[in-house]
């Protein structure tokens, strides 16, 4: 097997993919920034909850994705701004509004990962790793 060259674009990608098959849950190998990027998805609704559990001496990180009542995921875009070959780093005036304020960017900053707009009121920018909507 590869070894994954971007680990940020393979989470979403499993968390795209697992809403496309209708999964209730995706694993991955876990990393504090996968951890990290899976509390924030959390704390913004866009997923129901997440664990690490441990299988065969493996972090695995367990994301439990979140559908409406109709059967429709709550996350209809999940896409990487920032790649290894084109890094995007923006100042905190600079922080772009994904749908006008309806979905979210998540940045690694300095105080470590947030959303735009807690990066927006803090007044620190950073690397925009994903937007969510």
């Given at each position: 097997?590869?070894?994954?060259?971007?680990?940020?674009?393979?989470?979403?990608?499993?968390?795209?993919?697992?809403?496309?098959?209708?999964?209730?849950?995706?694993?991955?190998?876990?990393?504090?920034?996968?951890?990290?990027?899976?509390?924030?998805?959390?704390?913004e609704?866009?997923i129901?909850?997440?664990?690490?559990?441990?299988?065969?001496?493996?972090?695995?990180?367990?994301?439990?994705?979140?559908?409406?009542?109709?059967?429709?995921?709550?996350?209809?875009?999940?896409?990487?701004?920032?790649?290894?070959?084109?890094?995007?780093?923006?100042?905190?005036?600079?922080?772009?509004?994904?749908?006008?304020?309806?979905?979210?960017?998540?940045?690694?900053?300095?105080?470590?990962?947030?959303?735009?707009?807690?990066?927006?009121?803090?007044?620190?920018?950073?690397?925009?790793?994903c937007?969510?909507?």
């Amino acid at each position: 097997m590869a070894a994954i060259t971007d680990p940020i674009a393979d989470m979403l990608t499993r968390i795209r993919n697992g809403i496309g098959a209708r999964h209730a849950r995706v694993d991955m190998p876990a990393s504090r920034m996968r951890i990290e990027l899976a509390r924030i998805l959390k704390e913004e609704g866009y997923i129901s909850n997440y664990k690490v559990a441990e299988e065969e001496k493996k972090k695995i990180l367990r994301v439990f994705l979140r559908y409406s009542p109709e059967g429709v995921s709550v996350i209809s875009t999940l896409e990487r701004v920032s790649r290894p070959g084109r890094r995007v780093y923006v100042p905190a005036r600079k922080i772009p509004r994904v749908l006008g304020g309806m979905g979210i960017n998540i940045l690694t900053t300095p105080q470590g990962l947030m959303t735009g707009k807690n990066a927006r009121k803090a007044g620190i920018g950073g690397e925009v790793l994903c937007n969510v909507c």
